[in-house]
């Protein structure tokens, strides 16, 4: 990635302190979106890294919110399509459901049954990699549907959280990585 893009970003991303709980320093991305120019930078560079990384995705998904900023540019950009992941009751037609465990709690995640057809390369992408349980559930919605995770993309990286090893064999690819 060119350092022109790594100082946008950084410069860029907004850290909050104690947001949404005290200890935490939360990455926001809004003035990334407000910055003319900025998201087809990062559209570009990923478009990029995944030449590089040798990964074609037929499909590309995201979960809400974010993913859903990201991964339709990304798909037009590749010529592929865009598969939307849903919080439970959003979708109209039939959906698979994957349930997953947060720190305190659980949630879920849906996708149409009929978004993803077997054998279909998919690629993953949100703006965030935390603790891995989003992707987690994304990729096992993917897998359930005969598709294959060819791996994931994200804006930030939190280090020290655990995520890649929570999502493997899914590889993870992050523009700008934060202690966590």
Known sequence: MSNDLTRRLENAIRTVPDFPIEGVMFRDITPVLGEPGLVSSITDQFAEDLNKLGWRPDVVVGPEARGFIFGPLLADRLGCGFVPVRKPGKL?????????????????????????????????????LATGGTISACARLCEESGAIVLGALFLIELDGLGAREAIAPVQAHSLVTYPA
Request: aromatic share 6%; no cysteine; hydrophobic share 35%.
């Open 92 to 128: 109209p037609a039939p959906s698979r459901r994957v349930e997953y465990s947060l720190e305190y709690g659980s949630n879920a995640l849906e996708m149409h049954e009929d978004a993803i057809e077997p054998g279909q390369k998919a690629l993953i992408i949100d703006d965030l």
